[in-house]
């Protein structure tokens, strides 16, 4: 973990935003996979990661605005703990290491929120996704636990943890190292007859050989058109791309997202380089207007917009491109968001709701098919850290609901559109830092341009 | 998945073994590591596995006794999910594949629980692990949802799940091939100076790249004395051993469990040679004598006595081999249990309760250290898959224990054991299949004598 200092003054910037009462924040449990003992490798929550750093299970902190101290409750291992698990930190070392003044068994919190409810003062807690912690909840606050989740500390949190300190990056940068690796990796050792599985695997090797983790499923596969596709079951085959969207966890969780999208067989065909260059450009032309002020939303219409001019210039798409935009009919080839922030989460506190991370007051969701699923939409801060993924996808289900409904047929040209239902999809993804006055790609050295692809793909395959 | 028949036999000799009523199958759903879509990766339940094959989450099965008819409950996919996921199974496939008769909506699981309530009868269903079923539960069931758990379901199912087919079997095989290949590189690849976490890697990609995954956290470390170790920071040290725990689960998901330990520089001191032949006899002399009506607590007794008489031979314990055992003092040296069932979970049906699958009426648990641990005491049956995996280890904060608390100084040598504080751990196991006679080992390829691991280990070090 970071020094204790980092720690201690996350919190005490939290306790100055807060007005007055206790923030409680839990800290993730073990999950059991198909038996209470089986359980899945811990993942701490990020939020209870960022202010205080613990990264093992069954810890809770409070803090209190009022005085700005925390306390830390937990239990101590056993004996027999410490024969079957080893020796782990003792709850005092963790405070410790964490600036936490406090220390107390995890019972004490049941006492210590009563006292708190008795003086009528607030208690703020963050939205929960684990079940256990909801049945925690319940039994600490009450049925109407739900009425502890604070807009004020939703609001406080994300303001922090959307702007990134130089340690922060230098933890992306760490996992990007890896990311790069692997990255190459697939794409050096790809080629017509090997099976996904087999790439997917020898890159889980590696991140973990280096004792990292992935930063979530790592998609994988010549299906590019399904967005979140997790089965690795194909066979490379001459002709096709391979799509591979994979990240990778710092050892403090800091997150990387990164996806390239290369021919199986090293040369892209010409209707596939027209089409990746078409994506590249959508990418390459909104990374080059990033900077504090800039409204994502705004960036990812022009990326629209020049997805759109692209599809009309090989005929796939028809009319004016303003119109054709309005209509959302580029969401057929687009239907996704052009990215999202990332940090200790791969979508960064996407567990305190998209709309709190990624809108505000001026800038509010649109409910338009494909733009509708974009997260972040508000204007850029210098430290912010998001992702720039465009793509342009050939979906044969979503085509056909589309045609057969008789969809914007005015802008989209159905029947050439016959003729790619086996394209798959190309997806380009980089992670970007706002500065200043501009950005800076982080991924910026994992090969991208045709030429650099072209190079790299099937080199170490024979 | 097997053919639908075997699921329809299945759910069959369940319906007769019960008497009446409603058995409550659910499936897993998946779970969120650090935000709702972000999960872990899917593990399915193993007993709504076995009942039905079906591998998907948001499942559930209700099978009428009275009729020996079954449900099927969930959802089809949406357009939506299909761009996002790709085409799954739709639950008219999933329930034809399971052999199932009845499919409706995961919503009609109320009224039909609600039907059956007002009728009178008995809903059966298993312990819960999973927080999100729970609730669940208590949705369906109401507050006292626990009432339902029943020993009659819990029975049938144990009884049913213990007697492995040759399908299964067939299936521990198949993941037995890969869990050879893994400890056999394990083996060749380690050297000094190699970090644990980097083996750990290299063999997660090679059970990755077969599509299979570990069926339980691996286990590989030179401090072998801390039993579920997973600490994997070391790096090898000349003259160190490596203990290596580690299984796979099959595609169909039944799983393997090896240990196996060995020296990092490739030969055995003559200390730990010695010991390592005891731990060697004591799990040899068990396999022996394993076969259907021998009581598996017998074994734990033998495989402890012949632990006191090796470790009486080299001065480490003292006096008559019976009144040490009886001590309890061996426990020091072996707290563990000798073994488990295995299949679709490594300790398999564990989340039935360990005593409903190790013990009956005339087997009970005993309750003294190391022996209490013992998941299995009752005597084993034709078709029954076990581990045999008996240790020895040298713990320093048990020996600290025990030695400060002047425990069973009559039998332990403490002065001696000085000199074993970085002696570390020996653990070798075996899976095992009781057939009408005798029994199968079904690992013993995987190199365990002393001279052919000298042969193997480091052999593509260099």
Redesign the interface.
Known sequence: MFDSSVYIERRSTLSTKMEKGFVLLLGNNN???????????F?Q??SFLYYCGLDLPDLNILININTGSTTLYGIDQS?ND??????SFSLKECAEMSGIEIVKKSDSLFKDIERINTKNESIHILPQ????L??LLEKLLGKSWKNHISFDLIEAVVRQRSIKSDIEIAEIQNAMSVTEIIHKLAMMTAYPGR?E???????????????LRFA??TILTE?GE????????NILREGQLLLHDGGVESKLHYATDITRTFPVSGKFSKIQKSIYEFVLNMQEEVIKKLKPGVKYVDMHILASKICIDGLKSIGLMLGNTEDAFESGSHALFF?HGLGHMLG????DM??LGEDYVGYDEVTNRRSQFGISYLRLGKALECGNVLTVEPGIYF?P??ID?WNQKGMHKEFINYSLLESFNNFGGIRIEDNVLITKNGCINLSETIPKTIADIEDIVGRESY
Chains 1, 2 share one sequence.
């Open positions: 999950v059991p996979m198909n038996y209470l003992s089986n359980t899945f490798p993942v929550d990020s004996v410490i024969i079957w698990e080893g020796e996704y684990r079940s256990d909801k049945y099976k599985e087999d790439i997917i695997g020898e890159l889980l090797g590696v991140v973990h050989s280096a004792g979530y499923p299906n399904i967005l979140h596709n997790h089965s690795h079951q239907p200790l989460d791969v979508h996407e567990a979906i289900t979503l609901q």
